[in-house]
Each structure stands twice: as C-alpha cells, then as structure tokens.
C-alpha cells in the first residue's frame, strides 16, 4: 500500500524523507520531486528494484535511467574519471538541471539496463530531493510516469499513473520550473550536447569552450573521435533524463 507525505509540512517532511529511504534501501520505489519535474527512484545498486521502476514505467532495459546523486562525492565514485571539463561544470552547474554523461567505472556493482558502459548523472536543485539522496546513496530515476505520457509536474499526477507500484510518494507542491535539463555527453574527446534544455549552450560555452551538438558531429577537426551513439540519443526516440522525460528538443 502506498504512504504519501506532504513534504511542505516540516514534520510530515522528516518523516516522509524516513520513509522514502527506508522503502529504497529495501529495493521498493519511491516517488519524490526536482527541479524539473517529479521521478520515481529505485536504489541503483538493486538490480531488482531497477527492473521494478522499468517495468512500472512500462519500458526495458533499452532506456536505461539516469542517476541521481546527493553529492559531487557520490558522483565521482561512479565513474572512470570525469575527463577535461566534467569536475568544472559540476562545480558551475551542480546542483541543478544539467545532466552529464560519463564512462562508467568498470568495478560497479549494479545493472541499469544497456547503459553501454556510460551513466547519465545530475544532481537535482531541490531540498527534499537531496535530503533522500545523501541517505540512500545514488537512486536511478526516471521521470514519474507511464512512457508515452506526460512527465508529472505534481505528486497527484504521479500517483494517478504509478498508483500501487510506488511505495512512497514525497508531495512537494507543483514543480517550481518543468523545463528539462540539458544534456551533455563527456565520454567523446569533444563536449556534445545531445539536448538543450533548463541550461543554455552558451552559458555551458563559459566553462567548456568547446560544445559539438550532433548535427556537427561528421564536420569535426580531423583528429575529432566521437564516442559511439549513447542509449540517451538518436533514432527520435523519447531521451529519458533525470527526472524529467521530453523529447529531444522541446
């Protein structure tokens, strides 16, 4: 049976943070809210409880989720390294709405679906949502709700499309600001923004001089090597980003 807590109440607040963290570190789902939109959270490191949020979304292992990260710490304990320009945009960017894609560290244990050994990572602006995530460590997370449907600005609409899958839901009112984050891809030797969102390319430009998008991916320099296609892009399919899910380009 689903518990939902009025994360606006200060009491309700702690004790729904409790909740939440309890019902993720025994692989159940949680919903909780961003600075995009709402997400629905499983522990990354519960095989188990990934294939539960996937299949409560209605989708496979073809649209891995992104991760969610309480700390600039946590984040780099996931990855083989953060490459020329990742630890200078988290230090500008995070936390808010700009997700990074890395290589992945090749001793984790954890199965998120066909991730091509890549992760998707951010750290969200948002005071509940951190207060989960230093608690329970990474949390893949997706947006919360049923693929093919609109992303949910409020707890109620994800709970009228997630219903009993979800073990808890944090209400944090309506979403401040709805518009997705921007993604940018730091496995290749050159930045590529694979969708613009909540961070303008230029104001990325201010730290990573540099930033191809992928219609200048085949009129790069000659020594230019792209890391192979990331499961976030291309083929017009849908680009499930932490905790907010638009497709490319809106």
Known sequence: MSTRY??????????GVDAAVAAARVGELVVLPTDTV???????????????????????????????????RAAAALVEDLGAFG????DEFWPGALTLIFRASSTLLWDLGDTRGTVALRMPLHGVALD??????PLAVSSANRTGQPAATTADEA???????????????????????TILDLTGTIPTLLRAGAI??????????????????????ADFKP??????????????????????GS
């Not at 630890?87 to 988290?90: F, R, T, V, W």
């Open 87 to 90: 630890q200078d945009l988290i």
């Open 159 to 181: 709970q009228q499309q997630l219903g009993e899958a979800v073990s808890v839901y944090l209400d944090s009112g309506p979403c401040a600001d709805n518009v997705p984050s």
């Open 6 to 15: 009025d994360c606006r109440d200060p009491q309700s607040r702690v004790a």
């Open 227 to 248: 890391a192979a296609p990331h499961p976030l892009e291309g083929g017009g399919a849908r680009v499930d980003a932490p905790a907010d899910e638009r497709p490319p």
């Open 200 to 221: 303008s390319v230029d104001r990325l430009r201010t730290v990573a001089s540099v930033i191809a998008d992928n219609e200048q991916l085949g009129t790069g320099p």
């Open 38 to 72: 709402y997400g629905i959270g499983a522990d990354a490191f519960i095989p188990a409880a990934v294939t539960t949020m996937l299949a409560a979304k209605g989708r496979g292992r073809n649209m891995p989720p992104p991760v969610l990260v309480g700390t600039t």
């Open 132 to 137: 989960v995530l230093k608690q329970t460590g």
